[in-house]
């Protein structure tokens, strides 16, 4: 199994960034898919979750109604839209399928 995330950089407060989770070594489309992040000196925390079919999408409380979770099963990829970027998201994302991560994209919000 290998997750690789991507779409990191460094935003001002307001700015928008899309991060891209590309995985191999395993029939994708048939699982659910999570994003997380993980601030300085923080736990990890889970940021969104989308079903095998895209048609179910869970969010965490502090990112609903600015991020958005999808996913394209052709091309194994798993999408974290974000906009209304805010400091406080300043983490390192990672995507995850309940037992795998990948090694995560710098977020950095900052005026």
Do not use: H
């Amino acid at each position: 199994v290998q997750l690789v995330e991507s779409g990191g950089g460094l935003v001002k407060p307001g700015g928008s960034l899309r991060l891209s989770c590309a995985a191999s070594g395993f029939t994708f489309s048939t699982y659910y898919m999570r994003w997380y992040r993980q601030a300085p000196g923080k736990e990890r925390e889970f940021i969104a979750g989308i079903s095998s079919s895209g048609l179910t999408r869970k969010y965490a409380d502090s990112v609903r109604g600015r991020f958005t979770i999808s996913r394209d099963n052709a091309k194994n990829t798993v999408y974290l839209q974000m906009d209304s970027l805010k400091p406080e998201d300043t983490a390192v994302y990672s995507c995850n399928t309940a037992t795998d991560w990948g090694q995560g994209t710098q977020v950095t919000v900052s005026s």
